[in-house]
DNA sequence: TAATACTTGAGTAAAATACTCGGAATTAGC
DNA sequence: GCTAATTCCGAGTATTTTACTCAAGTATTA
């Protein structure tokens, strides 16, 4: 299991769905907004999250993504597996260069390290995220400053008009 | 906190050295004979591990490098947080330019599990993944059960964060 | 039918990774 | 002192990953 940022931007974009699930699907272009992340990154970041049955897509006007199952029942460790997809875990796959055999114990270890890290993130769900107090501050203060930017786009769109 | 390939080279080798402690000063060629890791790699990793002062060397004939503690006082966190380096852990330092100049949404969770995971990975040492190694063929189950202890406790700190 | 929004694929710049090379500096042993 | 073994050091490079852009689709609904 490998952490890296791009395992951030999809916890990230899968808390703002948790966030606003009441709200019917979220499209991807508030997400990006509100979250900072560019559209096509998330395009890319979700087909994962598709494929792995962690999000479901409404196609269409008012369309976007839903979770797939309740934010109580997904994981972090989800989340960051589906983006991440390193099957690859290590060298000492299967033959490899496994010198002597000494190596494939270390592999073993790693493996296991893993798997404990992995179980770790597991005890997580989004439930859990949305529940914390200093999410749900930082998230009220996104929302008003989307909403602000909508109202912007619409008053520079009315007076174009006018 | 990051977890790539790269820390596993490095956990690698610091527990090569661990393994043969016992016959003197243990040189960056032998490692990389043995675990197959190119030697100027493991120059680079070394430099860090030196630097970080988890290691120390010995120049000349003979020499090669010398766990600077002793193998039950090295975590793997030390190892792995010496050769990553990336203090710059999101875009989310302090400040910076975390989403407009404001925290973003999930700061405070990455905050907080990149302290759990290390907390975590502080637990084991090298002289546990030693004696795991000598008596693997012979009572894997207690090495399972020692890991489940650590996996338990961690879990404890976890639900009392969340 | 037109607007919305997902979907797909190709391409790309920047960074990290993993490695190579060429040489230094240091030191044990002859 | 000479030589070989070894750490050190800096520069360079290929590959992969990350993060993103662009462009052309397709599906859905108002």
Redesign the interface.
């Given at each position: 299991?490998?952490?890296?940022?791009k395992g951030?931007y999809a916890?990230?974009a899968m808390?703002?769905l948790a966030l606003h699930s009441d709200q019917g699907p979220v499209s991807l272009a508030d997400i990006s907004q509100?979250?900072?992340i560019s559209l096509s990154y998330l395009e890319q970041l979700f087909a994962r999250l598709r494929h792995f049955k962690l999000v479901k897509s409404v196609r269409g006007p008012g369309g976007g993504y839903r979770l797939m199952s309740s934010a109580a029942e997904v994981s972090?460790a989800q989340v960051v597996d589906a983006v991440s997809e390193s099957l690859d875990a290590?060298?000492c796959e299967g033959k490899g260069?496994?010198?002597?055999g000494?190596?494939c114990?270390?592999h073993?270890?790693?493996e296991?390290?893993s798997a404990?890290?992995h179980?770790?993130?597991s005890?997580?769900t989004l439930a859990?995220?949305v529940?914390?107090n200093?999410?749900q501050t930082?998230?009220r203060?996104?929302d008003m400053?989307l909403v602000n930017t909508h109202c912007d786009e619409t008053h520079i769109a009315v007076s174009e008009i006018l």
């Open positions: 299991m490998r952490l890296t940022t951030r916890v990230t808390l703002d509100r979250q900072g972090v290590t060298r260069n496994c010198h002597e000494e190596v114990l270390t073993h270890l790693w296991d390290l404990q890290i179980r770790f993130l005890e997580i859990d995220l529940a914390r200093d999410i930082v998230s203060r996104q400053r």
